[in-house]
């Protein structure tokens, strides 16, 4: 028998997987309905313009099918400091200090590696994507579990918990705004404090920045590395998977100071040795490019949350601020995540995951409907599909 490494006895699935099988199975869902794929953070925004022409243009190009440079082609990491420091005021130095990765989770994974010891406890908000709190296991790391609060009907940072929460064993915030999956946003006050503990107890923030443009009701974008200090102890993770939609390209980045990006090199060559040869051109053309189709596509998005709040303004979701997906707090109906997941189905034919795994009791309270993947004509049919199942009558019973 295989002896199981002890670091995965913590990690468990997100539960996307098994609703997605489940949704691919006609006999799962009310055969009345064709399912409502809200499980899973797909797409159909459309893409950046240059994405596909440059993506074909670079393919002949032998750079596209080359191991080097094992850290990242220069010119797409030149092209993601003039990106960054763009809305920062920050720029990075591009050979030293800019780490190109597949993704940014894996950027994430990197970070952590190179910055947590085993046994090290990681700042991360109660709820957080499961794909974040499990890369904290997966390095040796401890999760401590910090919530979001719902304060007239919107996320807020229990700003109390976080203080309190950093110990003497706490070596870093790993942090994202808007988050995933509730879609909570960071106001000023909340990133002073976040800057203000980092320098006090000489703490490193892991910032996942993958969604933090994609923000709804005029609110601004507010950046870590606005604040004195922060550049120094930030590692920043980037991705063109949300804002530019570029899902399976699979770019994504690391910037930060030079010694620990020299570190979070070594861990990506020693575990994937080339990033993205194929997807370099494109990722470059792409940032380089006009920014517009960002605002369009959140545009889109917070048009497609507000048709969801609108339409059913009894369900007990909560606002989100930002990102592709919203929360409903199904524990105030009575039922748990994965029973409320699996009655959605086969009620309503709408794919939706339960939030176990993805933080502690917050978390658990709720299920994710995501709002990037289905346009707004099929959204329209959310009340009659809920009609008459069984969540449908908890809400009237409230």
């Known amino acids: 028998m295989i002896r199981r490494a002890k670091r995965l006895e913590p990690i468990r699935g997100f539960g996307i997987d098994e609703v997605a ?8 869902a009310n055969p009345r309905w064709p399912v409502l794929r809200m499980e899973n953070l797909d797409t159909d925004l459309r893409l950046p313009p240059e994405a596909i022409a440059a993506t074909v243009d670079g393919l002949e190009r032998p750079e ?13 990491r030149e092209a993601i400091a003039d990106f960054t420091a763009e809305r920062t005021g920050h720029r990075y130095e591009p050979e030293r200090e800019i780490v190109i990765t597949c993704g940014g989770m894996e950027g994430l994974l990197n970070a952590v590696l190179a910055t947590v010891d085993p046994g090290a406890e990681v700042i991360v908000t109660d709820p957080t994507y499961a794909g974040i709190v499990n890369r904290v296991h997966l390095a040796g790391g401890t999760p401590k579990l910090v919530p979001f609060r719902v304060v007239g009907g919107e996320w807020r940072l229990d700003q109390d918990a976080l203080a309190a929460g950093v110990g003497t064993d706490t070596v870093a915030l790993l942090l994202m ?19 203000d503990v980092c320098r006090e107890r000489d703490l490193v923030l892991i910032y996942d920045a993958a969604m933090e443009r994609l923000l709804f009701d005029g609110r601004p974008l507010i950046h870590p590395l606005h604040f004195a200090g922060m550049a120094e102890r930030t590692l920043v993770v980037g991705s063109i998977s949300k804002e530019h939609r570029m899902i399976g390209w699979r770019v994504g980045w690391v910037a930060g100071p030079a010694q620990a990006i020299a570190d ?16 370099r ?12 189709h960002v605002g369009e596509a959140v545009a889109d998005l ?32 009575g039922f748990s995540a ?5 009655l959605l189905l086969e009620d309503s034919s ?16 709720y299920v994710r409907f995501v709002f990037s993947a289905e346009p707004a004509e099929r959204l329209e049919s959310l009340p009659e599909r809920l009609e008459g199942g069984r969540l449908a009558a908890a809400v009237a019973d409230r």
């Open 350 to 365: 709408i794919a939706a995951t339960g939030m176990v795994g993805w933080g502690g009791a917050v978390a658990e309270r």
């Open 177 to 195: 705004s808007p988050s995933m999956p509730s879609g909570g946003v960071f106001g000023e006050d909340d990133w002073r404090l976040i800057c």
């Open 338 to 342: 994965p029973e409320a997941s699996r």
């Open 264 to 279: 979070i090199g070594w861990t990506h060559v020693y575990n994937t040795t080339t990033p993205v040869g194929i997807a």
């Open 64 to 76: 596209a099918n080359s191991w080097l440079p094992f850290t990242g082609d220069l010119g797409l």
């Open 302 to 333: 917070e048009r497609r949350r507000d048709l969801m709040l609108e339409s059913l303004p009894d369900w007990p979701f909560v606002r989100p601020g930002g990102g592709w997906s919203m929360l409903l707090d199904v524990a105030a109906l």
């Open 281 to 292: 051109a494109a990722a470059t053309a792409v940032l380089r490019g006009e920014q517009a």
């Open 21 to 28: 099988a489940a949704a691919d199975r006609p006999a799962q």
